[in-house]
């Protein structure tokens, strides 16, 4: 039946008084000027307080490029990772109905409820130099503390569930009809998923791989605690923003923040894009 | 409390909803707006409701001009087709909330608000469900609190959106006869939309048929069945034949022949003929008559209904036939209305 | 195809023709176990391995208590005025049409996508007193920078989008009809929004809210620039927990990090049954 909102009209029934309104917005906005957007513009001008030239030259340090290497490097091996654990423990939770399922979910979510300084904490009580493995990585001179295996371990730990949250509910929405019907027809596992589910997912798995992506590159206090800081070795880019912050050189700090940054509005722009384009083909009933 | 709409127009962004429809609904009647999905009963409902504003046009509750007031303001009671109900509430907090959110000497105390609730819900048959949440009672239930909430505050006009549209088909019969001794029993002006015929003729008082935003007629069932007031209200309502008919000197004419019946006082020219199924007469052998083969018949309930094709045009027709005239498909039958509508 | 519904049987899972559980289910408790069921195992071995006894001192250590105080106390407070804004931020997203409505909804996801550290400093250099807001507050006496309440700032940044994120899904399923039945019997709109919609929220509220909190107490990132990290005023328990490792105490860092996964879980078990009883009762939770 006709129900369009009529809002030119009196008042109606279902909203505030046009002042009401506006104050809710207006307050809205102050509260996010304060909140997010003074912060976000703050890198931006902080970076290029001492003009142009400053920037970059903070940008052209070595240490500053060997940091964004190793944080290439840590989320391309950790978000593919995390990638294929996810496709496959969708695939056993949402097409499967088995005994433990929601045990097993809740099991996945765990990294979320954990502090990172703990998820770090974690790995160096399991591999430090006292621990029951300690000695026996060391008489195989194999380095995972203060290493890139820490890094990655900690960032696989903190990044664990992105993906799999994603596809879950996605994968629960669609269901297993268009499976069941590609196997009707002839069609292998593998076919069956190549063919069919991975198409049905591929926007949800994209929205979930950049989430996960842009966690794992900003990841600080998991990576802070495995790293050991060792300049133009184990810092990542967050590493090297708090070791130039605390030298007072904050021009520097805020160049590499800068870069940062553009990575977290390059993610929300890609997010808010998938979402508007792709909104069916995104779970609905995503969350964070 | 009486109810006039007056004049009421109401336009939606691109089509309009309701085209300058009037209706008096005289106090403590149970009316009711019958018509197909888009025909405007709804919005009509929501206007005297205050939940939509009219384009242009007003309502009057009495003497007063309701147009100019809130729907807050109107004090009238609505159920909604769900229901509505706040889940969040169990079935008494639901029927005292109209009470509740009253302001000043407005409110009745707190063991009065009680009292009527209770009272409410004994009328409804809902005694001692009192404390259970929304989400614990049946559909027929929810329906119950819902007609108890709305009559909580002593609505000056009951409405009430497809009451029983979400209730399986028994469900619905019973609370039909309930809501009409409920009506007799409280006096309630009330007014409610319906696409269910059967519904609205069985209950209502008076039905006001609509269709594309406008009122086709307003009656009580009988008048609505036995002189419907145009074609739309003819197929509408019950089962009814249609042919193209030719008037010729008060006599009316199917293709090349009478067919007996007398149209004194239509003018010549053509016409279309309306009857029912059952107001036939059937006739042996055919000296004016409408006249054709069986080409489908089945039974229903008491009686059997048969297809006619009749005419150079094959034009179908249906009616109805006692059971003991046996099987007849494929024979020749010749009949007449009896009761009939020319529409020109 | 033949389906055996065999009753004798105790069956894992019920039968289905796809294939691939057994595979994907390996590869998920493998990788589950190696990356987090292990290494938590492991912090909860170390844990026993202290003693109770000595545990109880640890976790009696005045500094640790404060900085245990001061994670907790910040985080519920920013929980709080994260729900009262987030509410009121997700309400304007779902019902009010306005030019940059769709700018302001992705933005307010900006706190996931940007790393907590970038977070910190750039807080921090508007907070200082030397900041742009920072030097507005200085002559009136408030400082926010090096203080707690630099800290609720933070955890305020981070927590947000947990709120909105978990009230707007629901706010945009709420049925027209609910608030329309609410006023033709009467009610204002402050009744209607005050006694009908809020408490029918209030399941989401309470979940963004334990989220928003939950993420709080751990967070190390965005705080430790702006929080001054002055022991028993504004350090953090995960901050402790850093100088503990960095004196080689590992008892000590293991002592915080248990008592940390003890609050925090028995905190979402708390508000998981109150959501239960929420969903048996009143037959929705969220």
Redesign the interface.
Known sequence: MARDADSLNVQSATTESPLARRALIGLTLVFLLLVLVLPLIAVFTEALRKGVPAFFEALGDAETFSAIRLTLIVAGIAVPLNLVFGIAASWAIAKFEFKGKAFLTTLIDLPFSVSPVISGLVFVLLFGSHSVLGPILKSYNIQILFAVPGLVLATVFVTFPFVARELIPLMQEQGTADEEAALSLGASGWQTFLYVTLPNIKWGLLYGVLLCNARAMGEFGAVSVVSGHIRGMTNTMPLQVEILYNEYNFVAAFAVATLLALLALVTLVLKTLLELRFSDAISSGRRH | MEVRVKNIVKEFARFPALENVSLDIRSGELIALLGPSGSGKTTLLRLIAGLETPTTGQIFFGDEDASQKTVQQRNIGFVFQHYALFRHMTVLENVSFGLKVRSGDRRPPADEIRRRALELLDLVQLSGLETRYPAQLSGGQRQRVALARAMAVEPNVLLLDEPFGALDAQVRRELRKWLRDIHDHTGHTTVFVTHDQEEALELADRVVVMSKGKIEQVGTADEIYDTPASPFVYGFIGESNVLPVRIEGGEIWFEDRPIGVKAEGHADGDGRLYFRPHDIEMLEGCGGCLAGIVTASRRVAGTRHVEVSTGASNASVEIELPIDRGNVDGSRLAFRPKKWTLFR | MTRHRTQRRWQ???P??????G???G??LS??TL??????A??VA?ASGIGLSSFLALAADPRVIAALKVSFGTAFLAALINVV?GV??A??LV??Q?WGR?I????????????????G???T??YAPN???GALLEPLGLKVAFTPTGIV?AL??VG???VV??VQ?IMEEI???????????????F?TIS??LL??L?PAVLTGFSLAF?RG?????SVI?IAGNRPYVSEI???L??IR?EEFN?AG??AI?VI??II??AM?LVINSIQAWSRR????GA
């Open positions: 894992i899972r019920q289905s023709v796809l294939p691939g559980f595979l994907a289910l590869v998920t990788w589950l990356i987090v069921l292990i290494p938590l492991g912090l170390r804004f009121i931020l309400w304007v019902r009010y306005f769709r302001i909804d992705a933005m307010v996801d900006l706190p996931f996508a940007l790393p907590t550290a970038v977070a400093i750039a807080l250099a508007i900041g742009w807001i700032i305020i940044f947000l989008p947990f994120r978990t899904p049925d027209r009809e609910v608030e329309e039945a609410a006023a033709t019997l009467g009610a204002t709109r009744q006694r009908v408490p029918g209030a939950a107490v751990g967070e190390y990132g620039f328990a995960p901050l927990i850093v490792l590992y860092a293991t990090a940390m996964l925090s879980f979402l009762r009143y037959g929705y």
